[in-house]
């Protein structure tokens, strides 16, 4: 069983609609990611999120809002979609980012939420 | 510009075997890896990884061998098992500003026959 649980896991929404992914950790991970994942492809990476700050945008479009209320929790807030946004899209959690070498955490995903854009 | 490469998109292996997944990178800058296993609908599970200041890393059946020279990793499992039949993805992280950001290849498929 995971434990970053995210919801969703199935969503179709039309290009106009606004709709907001969930994820949610519960352990004690500071750091926090969202990823799409397209088929027979690798995750990419979309935003970090460390002790609740933005710390890493990958040139997302604004169309994708993300949120970390508080330190177990991310959205991802979606408006206005294009088809080609159809995707997997996945959350990960990790120990606090440290500029530390000899502290290099793995990154724990969650199932992800399979959003299909009619 | 594919800085984590994957050059085997399947491997096949018979119950009981080695399985040799491999994994080439092109960024200097990167200094921990890790491999991750996925299966279908849902997300990739973490199973080892190695900071660049080893060579080597053993986790029961999974052992990760760093070879920095040749810019090259690969994951062995010994001995293989059917359940182990998944799409395996090697990843790289650099430090710096770029900390925490994961870099993915593009997966090998792997098969174990009973």
């Known amino acids: 069983d995971t434990e970053v649980t995210q919801t969703p896991k199935h969503l179709v929404m039309g290009m106009t609609n606004k709709k907001s992914l969930k994820c949610e950790q519960h352990?004690?991970?500071?750091?926090m990611y969202w990823y799409k994942q397209k088929a027979k492809k690798p995750p990419e990476l979309m935003f970090v999120?460390?002790?609740?700050?933005?710390?890493i945008n990958e040139s997302v479009p604004s169309r994708f809002s993300p949120e970390c209320p508080n330190s177990s929790l991310l959205n991802l807030h979606l408006h206005a979609l294009q088809p080609e946004d159809s995707a997997l899209y996945l959350c990960?959690?990790?120990?606090?980012?440290?500029?530390?070498?000899?502290?290099?955490?793995?990154?724990?995903f969650g199932d992800g939420t399979r959003l299909s854009i009619l | 510009d594919q800085q984590v490469k994957q050059n085997s998109p399947s491997l096949s292996v018979q119950e009981g075997r080695i399985s040799i997944l491999n994994c080439d990178y092109t960024?200097?800058?990167?200094?921990?890896f890790l491999w991750y296993k996925k299966y279908p609908a849902e997300g990739p599970t973490f199973l080892i990884s190695?900071?660049?200041?080893?060579d080597k890393n053993e986790d029961g059946r999974f052992t990760v061998f760093l070879n920095k020279s040749a810019k090259h990793l690969s994951l062995h499992i010994v001995p293989s098992q059917p359940g182990d039949s998944a799409v395996y993805f090697c990843?790289?992280?650099?430090?710096?500003?770029?900390?925490?950001?994961?870099?993915f290849g593009q997966g090998t498929i792997l098969t174990v026959h009973p």
């Open positions: 990960a959690s990790s120990q606090a980012l440290l500029h530390d070498r000899a502290r290099n955490q793995p990154q724990h």
């Open positions: 352990m004690g991970h500071r750091a």
């Open positions: 999120y460390s002790y609740e700050k933005l710390s």
């Open positions: 960024n200097s800058m990167f200094d921990y």
């Open positions: 190695i900071s660049s200041i080893k």
């Open positions: 990843a790289a992280q650099a430090g710096g500003t770029s900390y925490g950001k994961l870099t």
